[in-house]
Structure formats: C-alpha cells, structure tokens
C-alpha cells in the first residue's frame, strides 16, 4: 500500500503563490504592452521606472485579490455573470489605479482603450485556461483508454 | 512458473494454482478465474493477515476479486470488477455497484491494502474509485479531475490526489 502523501501547509501555500506569480508576471507583460504602444503613439519612446513599479505591485496585488477574493474568475469553468463581474472589478481597479498613477497621464481616450483592451485580455486568458483544460480532457480520456485496456478484467 | 495443462474427459474438472508471491501473471490468472464464479470462499483473510493486519481490523474476503458486504437484505457477495466506488460515511464503507450499495467492513485504507489492485484509487480522504468503471474524465482548474462513472455519477478528484492519479493512468501503477 502506498503511503499517503499529505501537502504541506507550505506546499499549499507555495502551489497558489506560483499560480499568482505566473497570473502578475501575464498581466504585467499585457499592461506594460499596452502602456509602451500609448506612449510611441504619443511620440515618446521612454518609459517610467515608477509606471513600471506600479504595474507590477498592482499586478499583484490585484492577482492576490483575484485568487482569495474573486473565484479566480480566470480560471473558470464557465464564463458566467459572476466571471465577467470580476473582470469588470479588477478592470475598474486597474484602469483607477492607471489614473491615480498618471500612467497614461490621466487622458480619458487611453484609459477607457486600457480598460477596453483589459477585458479583452481577461476574456483571452480565460478561453487559453479553457483551451489548455480541453486538451487536457482529451489527454486524460487517452490515457484512461490505455489504462483499462491493460487492467480490465476480461468480460465473460 | 511450471505449467502442467491436462484435457480431461472422464475426470473431475479442478485447477490447482500455486505461487510463492503474487507476481502481476498471477494477479492477471486470479482476476480472470475471480470471473468465473467457481471458486470456493478463499482466504481472503489470511491473505490480508499475512500483510501484517489484524484479525481486530476486519478486513474483508477480497481475495479472488469477490468481497463478502453487507445489504439490507442480508450478506451479499459483489464482484471486486462490479464496484464503482467505494465511500466511507461516519466511519462505516460503502460499495456502490450500478444496482446495489454494500456494506463493508474495515477501513478504505484496509480495503486498498487487502485488494492490492491498482484499478482502484483513492480519490479522496473519503472515496476510492475503481479506475475501470471510470467512463470519462474532465480537467478542471486548479489541477482537479471530474471523473464520471458508467452509471453517471461524478466524482471529484482533489488536487492532492491528482497528480498520482495522472501517474496512474501514464504508467498503469504506481509503483
């Protein structure tokens, strides 16, 4: 008999850490694409170092509040009210922040494309999760066949 | 392993089988004669007992595929290959077939080691499914597994468990 494993406290917590890291890192790299086209479309090729330390401590802590507060509305089943719901929380979040921070120095046009662009993004990611689960199925299902046809008892 | 295959017309039909360990040609030539319904009450237990348990942890007759429960009508006899899921409620187990729920003595745990099949996993702290019963699966988030049995019902893999589960079905064990 196998001896059960038992997942650590720290386990645990290390697995919804590295789920959270990976979610800022994304949204990080979305946002600061987006924030990089505003400004060469506004003529200027520099980027503030400060914009960039907001995104990213937003993005965290945006990504904490996602997992812990928000269904981890990106990674669900269903595209359903609540989902979108926590897109619009999180974009509405976002695109406050942007404005407090002058990312886009508090112009109406770029900020409401941003929050626009987020709820693509958001939209996005969640049908890449679906995507990546399907053909997880599908791999799974493969694997099952495999599976029984090895063990099943023969039928009589 | 010797081998001594004889046709017989005018004798008593037997098959004697002898093994110093239950290797998996073994497993595979038990599971096969446990269909054939013709064996007679084996010794489940001391097979259970020769791995350590005691006569204290009621283990049940799981030898030779067939397991002893118990149904409201009295003591029933189901097929380990019928069991869908198994499911311990308030410290009592539960067989669940398509037609019947059984009643078993022992643990999940006594159970897995008594069976010794790796058809049959733990799913959960509280379920055990038998993997050849499993008629779909679907990956859901955060790394869990719905699986969906023959007669419909579905069974959620915790994440804890389903990454062995995935060893289980790449490798066909775990061992």
């Known amino acids: 008999m196998k001896e059960e494993k038992k997942l650590t406290l720290w386990e645990r917590y290390l697995t919804s850490e590295i789920g959270i890291e990976f979610k800022s890192c994304l949204y990080f790299f979305a946002i600061l694409f987006f924030y990089c086209v505003v400004r060469m479309v506004n003529g200027s090729t520099d980027a503030s170092i400060l914009h960039m330390t907001e995104m990213i401590f937003t993005c965290y802590g945006i990504g904490y509040f996602q997992v812990y507060v928000l269904w981890n509305f990106d990674e669900a089943e269903k595209l359903g009210i609540k989902e979108i719901a926590g897109m619009v929380i999180c974009t509405a979040l976002y695109c406050g922040i942007s404005y407090w921070g002058k990312w886009f120095d508090r112009e109406l046009l770029p900020t409401l494309l941003f929050a626009l662009y987020l709820m693509i993004t958001y939209i996005c990611v969640f049908y890449i999760y679906y995507s990546k689960r399907r053909i997880d199925d599908k791999k799974l299902n493969e694997d099952l066949k495999l599976f029984q046809s090895e063990h099943r008892p023969r039928e009589k | 392993m010797r081998i001594d295959i004889r046709q017989t017309e005018t004798e008593e039909e037997y098959l004697t089988l002898r093994y110093r360990e239950k290797t998996p040609l073994v497993e ?4 096969t004669l446990a269909g054939e319904d013709k064996i007679e009450e084996p010794a489940g237990r001391k097979v259970a007992e020769s791995r350590g348990f005691s006569e204290k942890e009621d283990i049940p007759p799981a030898a030779y595929g067939r397991i002893l429960g118990r149904t409201e009508e009295g003591s029933a006899y189901i097929s380990l290959s019928d069991i869908l899921y198994l499911e311990s409620v308030d ?73 062995d589960f995935r060893k289980l079905l790449k490798r066909g064990s775990l061992g």
């Open chain 2, 28 to 31: 595979k030539i038990l599971q």
């Open chain 2, 91 to 163: 410290d009592r187990v539960f067989a669940y077939t398509t037609r019947q729920v059984v009643r078993l003595d022992g643990t999940l745990t006594s159970f897995l080691a008594a069976i010794c099949d790796e058809s049959f996993f733990r799913c959960s702290k509280a379920m055990i499914l038998n993997v050849n019963k499993v008629a779909a699966l679907k990956s859901l988030s955060s790394n869990r597994i719905e699986a969906t049995m023959e007669g419909g019902e579905k069974i959620l893999i915790s994440r804890r468990y389903a990454s």
